[in-house]
């Protein structure tokens, strides 16, 4: 938890450090982006089936979507499975999603 609270608190600043001012308005975001952190168990994994390989998150703010995608070990198989999300722009800096279908 403390560890948790310090990594917060890292990523505050550094999204204060960004030059783009309007982040879910530029084509930069879009595309296919390595998910290295997160504070979701549920993205994690945690207590389900080992993941083999990276989260790989791609992001298109023209049609405000989202997906994750992943390969994960079901008794030494593996197995693709993504789960898409819907953006909701909270401002022009931060948006809320909404997780909608997981599909194996």
Do not use: C, H
């Not at 505050?12 to 308005?25: A, G």
């Not at 079901?74 to 999300?85: D, L, N, S």
């Amino acid at each position: 938890p403390e560890q948790t609270q310090e990594m917060l608190k890292l990523f505050e600043k550094l999204e204060k450090l960004n030059p783009t001012k309007s982040p879910l308005k530029s084509p930069k975001v879009n595309g296919d982006w390595s998910l290295d952190y997160t504070t979701s168990d549920s993205i994690l994994g945690k207590g389900g089936f080992p993941r083999v390989g990276p989260i790989v998150q791609n992001i298109n703010t023209s049609d405000l979507t989202a997906q994750n995608s992943e390969v994960v070990s079901y008794f030494g198989i593996p197995v693709p499975r993504k789960v898409t999300a819907e953006l909701t722009p909270k401002n022009s800096q931060f948006t809320e999603v909404k997780f909608k279908r997981l599909t194996l």
